[in-house]
């Protein structure tokens, strides 16, 4: 009987996986839902009254387990590399010279595969299991996401093999990109809204979102689909080329994208890139280039690799994509220095998944250099497929009736006078105590790069401000239980809250407290700089021009902005009212014994182990310096997930690059 059972059991399972993986992976279904419903549950049944055979690979595993704390590492046998950029015919020639240069080849076999936007995994099977799954992380090492793969159906959780002789290596770590189709997106949006809860932005966030939730019941729940494209280590299959390598990747029954091309020729290459991007609005999925990769894996070994990205493969992007509205207004805001930004009022128009009815346009020269007028239609968008950009104007469709923008010359919050300083692009409110600047000079002051004040959002400073309880930055420290009671949403135990992390923030750094009174030119690594150079505040606020320009780093305009903010009667009261609430801003002697002592770091992309302020505050600590952004003074740029301009920038200076693990193991070394 015993027997009988385990049988049936292997049998459901296997003829479920089979549906399963018709379905999933295939989209060929041979049955219908209420056939396979069937077949499930009687196999659930069974496990039900047989725990003992139950096994993680059988497809009622596939729920989900328990909530997890957090995940744990994993490291890449073999790096995870992202890859250099191209977004131009002309800039995809120039990488196909390199290539042939390299090899010393007229010409190069390339195959082109859509990129999807997504996020990038890898599954590990041995013998034909799947044992790991993680993400991508820093390349190097990736969050252990093992049990949320395992709910995603066309994750197979054994290999299938079809019956052409093709084996389950002994290991194979197989790379690919978890993604969500438009249709699904759409309507777990729609879900969404109906429910009050604020729609995903687009597919890479719902991806990330859902396969990193610490709740693989979650991730189950999701519409998430995966294509698999690349392998890490291999044992015990021999592959030659990319094309050989997708063959056999579908042959073993992973899911494999079939819309890719062999390519003789960057020619060919090119007008695959081309054709994709006429066509990428009729795929079901989101794409955002195309992937192009030398054939032939000898040569890649040839080739090697630069940096963090191989020499063997490009990500060419598509231009941004646009579409056109209405330039209905053009408003200002004001900025915690008294800068005046105009921003665009657009009709609500969608970009790449994401409304946009907003968009900052810098100040006057830049609406002027675009010549746009408001009520113009306009070109919208999304710059590096992230910040809502105007593109320009369409001079063609206008009426007449357009009307020019002209920079206000008073303040459009407070109503004082607006000047535009010599050698400055902005327009500046020159009145301190404008609501405005009240408003966003506290939000500074409160961040995590200041005095870290938690509880201080945006609603409850236009409250403070608006109700004239905070007219400085000083009032914060006076702020009574009475008082904040009486505010919207503000009950007895938040305003206790709030008023503890107040009295905690007394306690802070001369930096931050530099940082934090937001002096025009002084971020958080010049403000580090002076207070390493002068040691105390009494020093800081004598200190004349000729004296900060004596500190290495402080430039003219920085040293006559912070000796002109301390020469300012308002100001130095400002700092005096501070003191007296007990404000007590110390000097931390660097760590002058450190190896890391005088370098200096950039951090860009998503750290894992830590966030990036946590990461510069272990630097500095090791008396090294953090900047945000990369020169030719720069010693190392510590590049995470999805790093932007930064390490390419590094790149080019020449500037050492390092992965978060590399981060890590100089930090062990450097304590």
């Known amino acids: 009987m015993g027997r009988d059972v385990s049988g049936e059991i292997e049998r459901l399972r296997a003829e479920i996986e089979r549906h399963n993986y018709l379905y999933h992976v295939l989209d060929r279904p041979e049955i219908p ?36 704390e957090e995940f744990s590492t994993v490291a890449h046998s073999v790096p995870m590399r992202s890859l250099a950029n191209a977004f131009n015919g002309q800039e995809i020639k120039d990488f196909d010279r390199r290539v042939r240069r390299l090899l010393g080849q007229d010409e190069v076999v390339y195959v082109a595969e859509p990129k999807l936007d997504g996020l990038s995994v890898e599954l590990v099977y041995r013998d034909g299991r799947l044992v790991q799954g993680s993400t991508r992380g820093d390349g190097s090492n990736g969050e252990d996401v093992t049990a949320n793969l395992r709910t995603v159906r ?36 729609l879900e969404r809204d109906e429910a009050g809860l604020s729609p995903f932005a ?49 042959r073993l029954g992973i899911r494999v994208n079939p819309l890719f091309a062999v390519c003789r020729g960057i020619e060919e290459a090119i007008a695959f890139y081309e054709r994709l991007e006429k066509e990428r609005d009729t795929l079901p999925y989101e794409v955002d280039g195309v992937v192009i990769k030398v054939d032939d894996l000898y040569a890649r070994r040839v080739l090697g690799e630069i940096a963090h990205s191989p020499r063997w493969a490009l990500a060419a992007k598509f231009p941004p994509e646009q579409a056109i509205t209405r330039l209905q207004g053009i408003l200002i805001s004001v900025g915690r220095t008294g800068m005046l930004t105009p921003v665009a009022v657009l009709d609500p128009v969608r970009v790449r998944g994401v409304e946009i009815s907003r968009a900052t346009l810098h100040n006057e020269d830049e609406v002027r250099r675009k010549d746009l007028r408001v009520g113009d239609f306009v070109l919208v968008q999304r710059a590096g497929d992230v910040i809502p950009e105007v593109a320009g104007p369409l001079p063609e469709r206008r009426t007449g009736e357009e009307r020019p923008f002209a920079m206000p010359t008073s303040c459009p919050v407070c109503s004082g006078p607006v000047v535009r300083l010599e050698g400055e692009a902005a327009h500046r409110c020159l009145n301190i105590s404008c609501p405005a600047r009240i408003k966003e000079s506290i939000l500074h002051f409160v961040s995590k790069g200041g005095f870290d004040i938690e509880g201080f959002g945006p609603r409850l400073i236009d409250q403070l401000v608006d109700k004239g309880l905070v007219r400085r930055i000083s009032d914060l420290f006076f702020l009574d239980r009475d008082a904040l009671v009486g505010l919207e949403r503000m009950g007895e ?11 905690k923030s007394k306690s802070v750094s001369l930096s931050k407290l530099l940082f934090a009174l937001g002096i025009p030119q002084v971020g958080e690594h010049t ?81 894992s182990t830590y966030s990036r302020e946590e990461a ?56």
């Open 616 to 671: 510069a505050e272990l630097v500095k600590e090791l008396g090294a310096a953090v900047s945000g952004s990369v020169s030719a003074q720069t010693d190392y740029v510590v590049a995470g997930e999805s790093p932007g301009s930064k390490a390419k920038q590094a790149r080019s200076l020449g500037v050492k690059t390092l992965t978060e693990a590399e981060f890590l193991a100089l930090l062990e070394r450097s304590g």
């Open 527 to 607: 403000a580090e700089v002076v207070v390493a150079a002068l040691q105390s505040l009494k020093r800081v606020m004598a200190a004349k021009e000729e004296v900060l320009m004596a500190i290495p780093g402080v430039g003219p305009r920085t040293a006559e902005a912070i000796a002109g903010f301390f020469q300012n009667p308002e100001n130095r009261a400002l700092v005096a009212r501070l003191l007296e609430a007990k404000v007590t801003p110390a000097v931390t002697a660097p760590a002058a014994s450190s190896a890391l002592a005088g370098r200096r770091f950039v951090f860009t992309g998503t750290l």
């Open 33 to 68: 839902d209420s056939e396979y419903d069937r077949l499930f549950r009687r196999l659930q049944d069974l496990e039900a009254a047989h725990p003992a055979l139950v096994t993680r690979e059988s497809p009622t595993q596939r729920v989900g387990s328990s909530p997890v």
């Open 202 to 250: 687009n597919p890479r966030n719902f991806a990330a979102g859902s396969l990193r939730h610490l709740d693989p019941r979650v991730t189950r729940s999701r519409p998430l689909k995966l294509f698999c494209y690349d392998v890490g280590r291999v044992e015990g299959l021999k592959i030659r080329t990319q094309e050989e390598l997708l063959e056999t990747l579908a």
């Open 493 to 503: 135990k938040s305003a206790a809250n709030l008023l503890a992390a107040v009295e």
């Open 154 to 189: 066309s994750v197979l959780l054994r290999l299938q093999p079809k019956e052409d002789g093709v084996e389950s290596p002994a290991l194979l770590e197989v790379r690919g990109e978890i993604y969500v189709e438009r249709r699904d997106l759409a309507a777990v949006n």
